[in-house]
């Protein structure tokens, strides 16, 4: 049962299933820092997203919920943003544009205007679940990228991958190849959830 | 209905209104460190330059040469750092370093902050050339097979100085007259310097009396002297053995150069040059009509990468066959034919060898024959995008240039001998 939860765990992330939210996970995976970093931040704007709307779900009609949802999501990407030019300023200037591009990003979106439909505790957990979903990829791919394509991790250098790194990873197309790499391990997962 | 609407929109209002609410309150809060933060990352590399430094104030500063970023001064009196970014290096990619000058004039340090290219010129090592050096930066060299990479960097501290001196900031050093020649050459004598204004020259010892140093070019078309009789001179030589003479002010004094020894120079400097008026009336011939006859014209006056001119006199009209020799990659002298008709527009172009060698940053793409077709018809504005090869930069200029050179030359010889 806890196995079956894992892998369904592993192969419903919504960045693999509707790439939703790809933008980030391809951009900001070249440090791993900056992929916790990311990954924090995409995690605390969707649960609070989530939270909010879903204690404003008794009030508001569902012509107003998406409207809602992007005002509400706006207002967290721009705090993190803040926060994390504030606090981590290396990870801010690794990071660029896409932590306010959270106030656009689709999956977070789409996560408040339906958390309305549901219960506070239900949608919290819907939002913690696909956080984490999104955290476990952007880190996976963070890792790989930096290890193998820069020899480094979290900036440091790592002696032993001086001769075995393949610098295209940390490169855009490399985000790319790493990404369908995983896409590919997920739909394995998939088959064998079904 | 309608009042639920308004109550929506109400709602919507009001969930706006406290989000910026919040946005507001935190970024109270979180301004004064954003800000903090922004200057600590502008000055950590004025700090790993001058590390006893107490402080920096930007200076705004007039007639700055465009490499320079940044000015900055230290407050204890220590000196000035600059920030440079160049792209003038192999690739066209940003070279970024930074350099503090004392209030003295010299250099206590220089670091490398951003090198996009892969060919190795001693970065980890070839800045540290520079500490001590003043605006002259007479103890410093370009890196032999990185020429492009060591000059911007070399040049770009430069402008350093001279964003400097030219605000009156530091003095300027003084240069030796060696120096003074050996930066004055490739400029007011194209065919010693490749397309990005580097010398190609190689020394030879001179038998005339009061001669401090001889060089001719790598393409062999063209010899220079460092003439010294109390005052120093350049006197430069084209194919065509026409001179030029210039003071260490690169004043042109031809005129007053005394005559006895520019013919002593003129001989030793026949001897130097290559051999190339036949081999190139050769290949001359086969790009314009049989029956043409074909005459030689000095090149009095031009002194690029014109090695010879012919005039082609045909039943077809009379035609201008000028042989170039630029340097292409890796400095390889090239050699181009650009024939013009009697209007000055190209009738056709040729090279021996456009590719030299593969470049080594990418592969190029070249189909030669529509390539030279292209040219045909142009005139002295042309955009230069014609001579452009995709992956092969070095050729493309060399090619610009020597385009460039014909027209510049038709200019010269084709109004005398019309």
């Not at chain 1, 900036?155 to 393949?166: A, E, H, I, N, Q």
């Amino acid at each position: 049962m806890e196995n079956n939860n894992l892998k369904a765990f592993l192969s419903n992330n919504p960045v693999m299933i509707l790439f939703l939210a790809a933008c980030p996970a391809l951009a900001a995976t070249t440090n791993v820092v900056a992929g916790l970093v990311m990954a924090a931040a995409v995690f605390c704007i969707l649960v609070l997203s989530s939270l909010v709307m879903a204690l404003l779900g008794k009030v508001s009609s569902s012509y107003v919920r998406l409207p809602l949802a992007v005002v509400v999501t706006a207002g967290f990407a721009s705090m993190a943003n803040m926060l994390i030019a504030a606090f981590v300023p290396n990870a801010s200037s690794m990071l660029g544009v896409y932590v306010a591009v959270c106030a656009m990003n689709a999956m977070i979106v789409l996560k408040g205007a339906v958390a309305s439909d549901g219960g506070v505790g239900e949608s919290l957990k819907s939002a913690v679940v696909s956080g984490l979903e999104f955290a476990l990829l952007v880190v996976v791919m963070a890792i790989v990228r930096e290890v193998l394509g820069l020899g480094t991790f979290a900036g440091m250098k790592l002696s032993f991958m001086s001769t075995l790194v393949v610098p295209v990873l940390a490169k855009t197309s490399g985000s790319f190849i790493v990404f369908s790499i995983l896409l590919a391990v997920s739909n394995c997962f998939k088959k064998e959830a079904k | 209905m309608a009042n639920n609407k308004t109550i929506q929109a109400l709602l919507l209002v009001a969930v706006f209104v406290v989000m910026a609410a919040l946005v507001l309150v935190l970024n109270i809060f979180t301004a004064p460190l954003i800000e903090a933060n922004a200057q600590g990352a502008e000055l950590e590399p004025l700090y790993g330059v001058m590390p006893e430094a107490s402080g920096f104030e930007k200076l705004e500063l007039d007639g700055v040469p465009e490499t320079v970023s940044s000015v900055w001064k230290e407050n204890g009196g220590l000196g000035y750092v600059v920030r440079c970014a160049t792209n003038k290096g192999f690739t066209g990619d940003y070279i970024e370093l930074t350099v503090a000058i004392t209030v003295d004039g010299k250099i206590s340090g220089i670091s490398l902050d951003s090198y996009p290219e892969t060919k190795d010129f001693g970065q980890d090592t070839y800045p540290a050339t520079f500490m001590g050096q003043d605006s002259t930066l007479a103890g410093t060299s370009i890196v032999a097979g990185v020429t492009y990479s060591s000059s911007a960097f070399r040049n770009a501290v430069a402008d350093a100085f001279e964003a400097l001196i030219s605000n009156g900031l530091i003095k300027a050093g003084v240069k030796e007259p060696s120096q003074v020649i050996s930066e004055m050459l490739p400029v007011v004598f194209k065919t010693a310097a490749n397309p990005a204004g580097i010398a190609q020259i190689s020394e030879f010892s001179s038998a005339v009396a009061g001669v401090k140093g001889a060089w001719k070019t790598n393409n062999g078309i063209g010899v220079a002297y460092w003439y010294e009789n109390g005052d120093d001179y350049l006197v430069i030589f084209n194919s065509s053995l026409s001179y030029k003479v210039f003071d260490l002010e690169s004043n042109d004094v031809t005129s007053s150069f005394d005559a006895a020894v520019a013919e002593s120079l003129s001989s030793e400097a026949a001897g130097k040059m290559s051999k190339v008026a036949s081999k190139d009336k050769r290949k001359v011939a086969k790009l314009v009509s049989e029956d043409s006859v074909l005459e030689q014209i000095s090149v009095d006056g031009v002194f690029n990468s014109v090695a010879t001119v012919f005039r082609a006199d045909s039943a077809s009209g009379t035609y201008y066959c000028f042989t170039c020799r630029p340097y292409g990659f890796s400095n390889e002298t090239m050699v181009i034919y650009v024939v013009l008709d009697s209007n000055g527009l190209i009738y056709t172009f040729n090279a021996d060898e456009l590719i030299i060698e593969a470049e080594y940053f990418s592969a190029y793409t070249l189909e030669p024959t529509s390539y030279k077709a292209g040219f045909v018809g142009l005139g002295p504005s042309w955009s230069g995008d014609e001579a452009v090869i995709s992956g092969a930069t070095m050729t493309s200029q060399a090619v610009r240039c020597a385009i460039d050179d014909a027209f510049e030359a038709f200019g010269a010889v084709a109004g005398g001998n019309n």
